[in-house]
């Protein structure tokens, strides 16, 4: 056969459009579709029950209040002008760690902390205090935790920053997305880059040794050359990594997103130029790419953790926590043991009713049983790895090659297509079929009826 394609060329539109269906993110596997309400607090008080007491977890907490609310965002957060609806979420969170404190085989140690949102900068000095006092009493946080912190550079102050510096803060990430003011302009998120710069000298000279800044690609005016304009200007902070987001639209699901004008999107081939050209300038930069869509200094952990082949994906995207439990807070907050996924109610009101009753508010899950667990180790190493030893898979969970027929006949489109080699062990994504990985994860995902369900595109 003549191979018409450059295989360590980019895919191109045609590709992208030919294949481009709707595949989950893949930050779990079975995918948050497959969460139901069967799983509910009980069963989350099996699992916990279960957990075997010296085996270090990590904890998430979700703050869902924000400043501002930015036309594209897809987090569940809502824009607060007083004061009072944190303080009392705050109160709400502390009971809802004690009731979680009671349902624990014992006193465990924690080696990750994720606050995300939502902005949980929102917090005032005080309710951090609160917070961190209330987690070092429930749990034994380990000296070297990991502390990370979602926040929003437009509300960040310095006090902020000494108060999380002195509970441990390690790791933050703060939003930047774009500078050009057409942009800013149509999502409603205007911000300098005066302010930026001053949130990470201030963040470094309190010893948060890892900062991370957010950007994205897609949004409403963007251009390429803007995308350039702010990776130029953003690149003199030298930030340890930054993550590069394809804006989502799902209007469907969040109603704000509607004040959007859809005709001032990039469309495929323009959104596709954007993170190509972005992920060129940052690898000319010195940047290693991670996965899909982070990068990162070659001496951070994350880049350390992609080279060892150790990487994970979880709901915060990729990650170097290795802990098998992900113990959630919050509305909306999504957990993980080794019985399955939950995920608290998504609401605060019911949130609030469910916690004041001093239940743990759960409103669905999965069990994951070990036809997941299989299907899951694969699609895991695809995202974070772009390769996956299938022979070495199967060893690992007591299966054959032949329990994956059905995907592997399927992937032959894109081997001929040139996304994918296959030599009877080893799956490699071709640097082509990068952008394509979650679709190629998608041949594994026996959940994935075509066309039964809607998420946002994979590019
Ligand atoms: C919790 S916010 C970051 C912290 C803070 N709230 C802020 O905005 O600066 C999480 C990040 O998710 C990304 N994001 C939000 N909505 C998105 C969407 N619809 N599609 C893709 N990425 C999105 C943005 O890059 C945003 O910085
Ligand atoms: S992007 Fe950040 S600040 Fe903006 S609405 Fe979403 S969570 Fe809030």
Known sequence: MTVLYNPHAPADAHLIAKYDGRAPRYTSYPTAVQFNPDVNEAVYRAWLADLPVTTPVSVYLHIPFCARLCWYCGCNTRAVSRHEPVRDYVALLMTELSTLEQALPGKMAVGDIHLGGGTPNMLSVEELATIFGGLRHVFNVAPDAEIAAELDPAVLSRDWIRAAAYHGLSRASLGVQNLAPEVQNAVNRQEKFEDIAECVQTLRSAGVSSVNLDLMYGLPHQTTRNTLATLDTVLTLRPERLALFGYAHVPWMKAHQQLIDEAALPGPAERLEQSQAAAERLKAEGYVQIGLDHFALPDDTLAKAAAAGTLHRNFQGYTTDAAGTLLGLGASAIGTTPGGYVQNITQELGWRHAVADGKLPIARGVAVTDEDRFRA???????????????????????????LHDALARLHDFREDGLATWDGRMLQVTPRGRMLVRSICALFDAYLAPDAQRHAKAI
């Open 377 to 403: 180790d694969i699609i895991e190493r695809l995202m974070c790895d772009f390769a996956v030893d299938l022979a070495a898979a199967c060893d690992r969970h007591g299966r054959s090659l032949a329990d």
